[in-house]
């Protein structure tokens, strides 16, 4: 319970861009931030993650923001889930 909100943005980053097959380069492209910035969140070092940056990383991973801090799922995550 203890961890910040950003521990749940690195999860969901990094799950997502290594479901892609991407490397954190390929995600800087498509995003425009840089791959140093994209190795902080997904190490969880990002506590306070501007709006702008997760809107970038959420258009970039083809996610909403609200599936990046936790608040919603991935429908193939929720069809999964529904057959088990």
């Known amino acids: 319970m203890?961890?910040?909100?950003?521990?749940?943005?690195?999860?969901?980053?990094?799950?997502?861009?290594?479901?892609?097959?991407?490397?954190?380069?390929?995600?800087?492209?498509?995003?425009?931030?840089?791959?140093?910035?994209?190795?902080?969140?997904?190490?969880?070092?990002?506590?306070?993650i501007e709006t702008r940056t997760l809107i970038k990383l959420a258009d970039g991973l083809d996610v909403s923001i609200d599936y990046l801090v936790g608040r919603e799922e991935l429908e193939a995550e929720l069809v999964t889930a529904a057959a088990s």
């Open 2 to 48: 203890g961890e910040h909100p950003g521990y749940i943005v690195a999860q969901r980053v990094r799950a997502r861009r290594r479901s892609l097959g991407w490397t954190q380069e390929e995600l800087a492209q498509r995003t425009g931030l840089r791959q140093s910035a994209i190795a902080r969140v997904e190490a969880g070092k990002s506590k306070n």
